[in-house]
């Protein structure tokens, strides 16, 4: 199971670090509640399900790592 541990963004991209040191780098354009988001909202983020999946509770959002994989 992968498992995130950190999530930050640029001006056109999401990137998550996993817990194994890789990263995931995924166009913010593919979610449309964070392509709306201000920084502040993209910024507030928290880890659910132990790193299984990112929630950010200003946009009601939640992607989970296994879907990030497969895209």
Do not use: C
């Amino acid at each position: 199971m992968f498992m995130a541990s950190e999530v930050w963004f640029d001006a056109y991209m999401m990137h998550v670090r996993l817990l194994d040191g890789r990263e995931i780098n995924v166009p913010i354009e593919w979610f449309p509640r964070l392509r709306g988001a201000t920084d502040e909202q993209r910024k507030n983020w928290r880890l659910i399900g132990k790193g299984i999946g990112i929630h950010w509770e200003d946009i009601d959002e939640d992607i989970s790592v296994a879907s990030l994989l497969k895209v």
